[in-house]
């Protein structure tokens, strides 16, 4: 197992220093950790992984922080739900 400098598993800067090594070896530009977790909800949501279950994943407190944060990438949109909801309308009795 790597253990840093300081003796713990992972030591940020070190992490970092691998990271821009490994990004300059590749010869490709930096992406950061961040971006990268985004990039992981946005292929979850693209792959059909449900909001609570995207939730869990990302290691949210609630259910409230993924859909604020990722609810835009979910799929339909107000005017689908409207037309789906007159469509409803249209055949209720």
Same mark, same amino acid.
């Given at each position: 197992?790597? =253990?840093?400098?300081? *003796?713990? !598993?992972?030591?940020? +800067? /070190?992490?970092? =220093? ?8 590749? /010869? #490709?530009? !930096?992406? *950061? #950790?961040?971006?990268?977790?985004? @990039? ?7 792959? &059909? ?6 939730? =869990?994943?990302? /290691?949210?407190?609630?259910? @409230?922080? =993924?859909?604020?944060?990722? /609810?835009?990438?979910? !799929? &339909?949109?107000?005017?689908?739900? +409207? ?11």
């Amino acid at each position: 197992m790597f =253990t840093s400098k300081s *003796g713990r !598993p992972f030591d940020s +800067a /070190g992490l970092a =220093t691998r990271a821009k090594k490994a990004w300059a070896t590749a /010869g #490709l530009e !930096p992406v *950061g #950790l961040h971006d990268c977790r985004h @990039t992981y909800a946005a292929f979850m949501i693209a792959a &059909g992984i449900n909001a609570k279950a995207l939730c =869990t994943y990302m /290691g949210h407190s609630t259910i @409230t922080i =993924t859909l604020d944060r990722y /609810g835009h990438l979910l !799929p &339909g949109n107000e005017r689908e739900a +409207a037309n789906l909801l007159d469509q409803w309308l249209a055949t209720a009795d």
